[in-house]
């Protein structure tokens, strides 16, 4: 059963503090994705990951980063949260090389900043 | 840059009923694929249909099936004989070959099916 963890479904962060987001798959795919969801505009692209160390920014990078130092591990960072990244965080992964590979999905984490 | 709507952010239908949810999409590549994704209350997102460009046939997956219209980059999913387990949010996502595999998501839609 393929599977894609997110560290925490829930989380209550303080303004100004570093937050980590974690994802793990077990399908050795090459792509992964972190995505931002709010009600009405869908899911937002932050960061987007094609390999180990390799990363391209989404459509809304600013004030995150991410790491992927494995495979099978890409993180989200909020460098210091702001009450304006609250929000349900989705992470994903796919196989790369073909378009219409499916891409498997995590649980979310919804953060709440305060 | 490619961009996915969904006009409808709410939608609901009676049980054992049809619906379609509508969306359209903007790119200028010719190679790409069109998925719709299901996210239920529980919020694991799992993918419903996928339709290749080149195809003109329209993708079916058992009550779940897609009328693409190329020209018009409309991409609209019926879902027929509506299920109680059908209520979930409804996403449109495009991949396009030029994209690395990143899947650009629509503003999703709300279905409610109602007994």
């Known amino acids: 059963d393929v599977k894609v963890t997110q560290s925490s479904r829930y989380l209550v962060k303080r303004t100004g503090e570093k937050v980590f987001l974690e994802c793990v798959q077990d399908?050795?795919?090459?792509?992964m994705f972190w995505y931002r969801q709010d009600p009405g505009l869908g899911l937002r692209l932050i960061y987007f990951?094609?390999?180990?160390?390799?990363?391209e920014k989404g459509d809304i990078p600013e004030g995150y980063s991410v790491s992927r130092e494995k495979k099978e591990r890409f993180s989200l960072i909020l460098e210091s949260a702001s009450t304006n990244q609250t929000s349900m965080y989705l992470c994903?992964?796919?196989?790369?090389?073909?378009?219409?590979?499916?891409?498997?999905f995590g649980q979310g984490t919804r953060l709440t900043v305060v | 840059a490619q961009t996915v709507t969904q006009s409808q952010p709410e939608m609901s239908v009676q049980e054992a009923e049809t619906v379609t949810l509508s969306c359209t999409y903007d790119?200028?590549?010719?190679?790409?694929?069109l998925f719709w994704y299901k996210q239920p209350p529980s919020r694991q997102m799992i993918l419903v249909i996928r339709?290749?460009?080149?195809?003109?046939q329209n993708a079916t997956e058992n009550r779940f099936s897609v009328n693409f219209q190329k020209a018009a980059k409309s991409f609209s999913l019926k879902i027929s004989d509506s299920q109680l387990g059908d209520t979930a949010m409804y996403f449109c996502?495009?991949?396009?070959?030029?994209?690395?595999?990143?899947?650009?998501f629509g503003q999703g839609t709300e279905l409610s099916v109602k007994p």
């Open positions: 790119t200028s590549e010719n190679n790409y694929y």
């Open positions: 994903a992964s796919s196989l790369t090389g073909r378009l219409n590979t499916e891409a498997f």
């Open positions: 399908m050795d795919h090459e792509n």
């Open positions: 339709q290749e460009a080149y195809k003109q």
């Open positions: 996502a495009f991949v396009g070959g030029n994209q690395g595999g990143k899947l650009i």
């Open positions: 990951s094609y390999d180990v160390k390799m990363k």
